[in-house]
């Protein structure tokens, strides 16, 4: 059973040597519970049995990693993944560049996931995230080398200083991280962290090619796989001694990392070739191979694949492409992106991603190899209502598995004649691969639609797993699920989202406290008389949002004072499902006598929401109106 290790979170870390995802950018009121559900990778250690994990906002728009589950076939209800403990509150905020991007399984019930996140200090940290017998323990920061840059303090921006990208296992509680991280000479090196029955190490540095540059450095290890055989290999890019980006290649064995290798190129690589290897996959010790691109002398982009035989690597080989393809003759005409991998056997692979075509559009394309030699790519046949309208389609392949030779399912999206992003699905049967198809998706799903398959797993030919993300009616970002069984596509499946948490209740109930707004002033609600308070209900219950002055008066002489709280307005709703509503405070008597005399007004503001299951949450914030 093998899968693309590569999912579009990574793809886009590649392009910019960042981490980085992409969400919609809406106002309070109007963003959805749970929007902009992000599934980064997946990992099936049998079938049946997976995992995925990814990002996605919670209720009151902060991000969060998201963990699902399948067990014998029935996907759960996802959780939120557990920070370390100096997480901020907002730990992986889309505009931060954090998330939880790889996650590998060894068997049911024991996983490990990475990626980045954001402590209390604004500076990104290190995630390391480990499943054990079905549940997952609170994540660790990864600790870095001696010469990492030092953290700032309290920054009000966020410090970036690190990338973890990818993860293997040769057994339980045996892992590697892989990744990069800036030094204190503000150079960017290679960064492996080890984990040793069951604990994770200090990172290291990962040894690069000789003749690499000393100043400037700029490397970074893409992927990693690993073996039960206790040996590993990782791919990666560097800087040599001229400036230039190359491809490196590590090998493991037995712990230790050695043997580094500069990748070579194809004849056509340009002087500063930025090669980048992206996807990797070894079926045995020493038989590898890994896709990526590298750039020619016009700085095109071109797909490149790389094979280990026997412990060798070999010269890379150009990806040949369809003969719809733009040829790269000038600057910047071609842009091919391989970042899907799966090996049935030594010699027999299949790749994906997409290239240009002559008329400037984005297709997906998918590059057999057969016996060790690499064929011409073959564009997919797009599903007929596919965008063919010159430079409007944007279609590729995200993820593709092979459980024996000739026999494949690769997924990713295409533009629809109504610019929808569409989920793409196709098959590959003795060695024949069929019209891509629309996946289906779960019966909510809106008509205005962003989706993409973002994991395929196949444990034999016909019984595969499908993963991916799509747009509700409400335009909810959530993801879904397909099973293959016998060759037989079933139905798409939501996946629910993880419920509320009590901190999103109580931020959420927080966030009704001050007025805000054009109608916040005095002579606003003055005028209405009332306060029209919009809202975001994360959870059924009951709410009540009051306001109070405080009067004092002086007694006996003026030697004692005494003080009440006099109502100014209140409200009450019980919301039944979450949403979103608005809560209209009306003054009371007491209130449009206050409000009539004008000027600054100092209120106190009261929320209670009792929830249908849960304990009550009491907030209280004074503030002032003019």
Not at 305 to 333: C, D, F, I, K, V
Not at 411 to 423: C, I, K, L, M, R
Not at 514 to 528: F, Q
Request: hydrophobic share 40%; net charge negative; aromatic share 6%.
């Amino acid at each position: 059973m093998r899968t693309g290790p590569l999912q579009p979170l990574l793809i886009r870390a590649v392009l910019v040597l960042t981490v980085a995802a992409i969400w919609p950018a809406t106002a309070a009121a109007t963003t959805p519970l749970n929007p902009a559900v992000q599934i980064n990778s997946m990992s099936c250690p049998s079938d049946g049995n997976c995992t995925a994990v990814g990002d996605y906002l919670d209720g009151v728009d902060h991000g969060q990693g998201l963990l699902f589950t399948e067990a014998r076939g029935v996907w759960a209800t996802g959780t939120e993944a557990p920070l370390p403990t100096n997480a901020a509150i907002n730990p992986l905020d889309p505009a931060n560049n954090t998330g939880v991007v790889n996650v590998r399984c060894v068997s049911a019930g024991n996983c490990t996931a990475v990626g980045l996140y954001t402590d209390t200090t604004n500076n990104d940290r290190g995630l390391l995230l480990t499943e054990r017998g079905g549940k997952w323990q609170r994540g660790i920061e990864a600790r870095l080398p001696s010469d990492v840059m030092p953290p700032a303090k309290d920054r009000k921006t966020v410090e970036d200083n690190l990338v973890i990208l990818s993860v293997a296992c040769t057994s339980v509680g045996n892992c590697y991280a892989v990744g990069n991280y800036v030094t204190s000479a503000n150079t960017l090196q290679p960064l492996i962290i080890a984990e040793h029955n069951g604990q994770w190490q200090t990172g290291t540095v990962a040894p690069l090619p000789v003749g690499a540059a000393v100043r400037g450095q700029k490397a970074v290890l893409y992927s990693v796989t690993c073996l039960p055989t206790n040996t590993c290999t990782a791919v990666g890019a560097y800087v040599d001694a001229d400036g230039d980006q190359q491809a490196m290649l590590l090998t493991a064995n037995a712990g230790v990392w050695s043997a580094v290798t500069e990748a070579t190129l194809p004849s056509d690589a340009g002087t500063s070739p930025a090669a980048t290897p992206i996807a990797l996959d070894c079926v045995a010790a020493g038989d590898c191979t890994a896709v990526g691109y590298f750039q020619d002398s016009h700085t095109d982009s071109l797909g490149v694949m790389l094979n280990e035989s026997s412990g060798s690597w070999g010269a890379g080989t150009q990806a040949l492409l369809p003969t719809n393809a733009a040829p790269p003759t000038s600057y910047n005409a071609q842009t091919t992106v391989l970042g899907a991998l799966a090996c049935a056997d030594a010699t027999d692979c299949t790749a994906g991603g997409s290239y240009t075509d002559a008329y400037g559009n984005t297709q997906a394309v998918l590059i057999g190899e057969a016996g060790g030699t690499w064929g011409t790519g073959q564009e997919v046949a797009l599903p007929s209502n596919s965008e063919t309208t010159a430079t409007d389609q944007t279609a590729g392949i995200i993820a593709v598995s092979c459980p024996s030779v000739g026999n494949c399912v690769a997924g990713g999206d295409y533009t629809d004649t109504a610019e929808n992003n569409d989920s793409l699905l196709v098959t590959e049967t003795n060695g024949v691969w069929s019209a891509g198809i629309e996946a289906p998706l779960p019966s909510n799903a809106g008509q205005a639609q962003y989706s993409a398959v973002e994991g395929v797993s196949c444990s034999s030919v016909g019984n595969c797993t499908v993963i991916g993300t799509y747009d509700t009616h409400f335009r909810d970002g959530l993801a879904y699920s397909i099973q293959e069984t016998n060759g037989v596509w079933g139905r798409a499946n939501a996946l629910a989202a993880p419920a509320p948490s009590s901190l999103e209740v109580e931020l959420s109930v927080d966030s009704l406290l001050i007025p805000v707004g054009k109608d916040a002033t005095v002579a606003a609600i003055r005028r209405l008389g009332r306060f029209e308070l919009p809202y975001a209900i994360v959870k059924p219950g009951k709410l009540t949002v009051t306001w109070f002055s405080t009067e004092t008066s002086a007694t006996t002489k003026g030697k004692s004072k005494t003080t009440a709280s006099v109502l100014v307005a209140s409200a009450s709703v019980n919301d039944k499902a979450a949403g979103y509503g608005k809560l209209e405070l009306r003054l009371t008597r007491a209130g449009r006598k206050l409000f009539a005399a004008g000027g600054t007004i100092k209120l106190t503001s009261s929320a209670v929401f009792k929830p249908a299951g849960g304990r009550t949450v009491t907030e209280t914030q004074s503030f002032k109106l003019k």
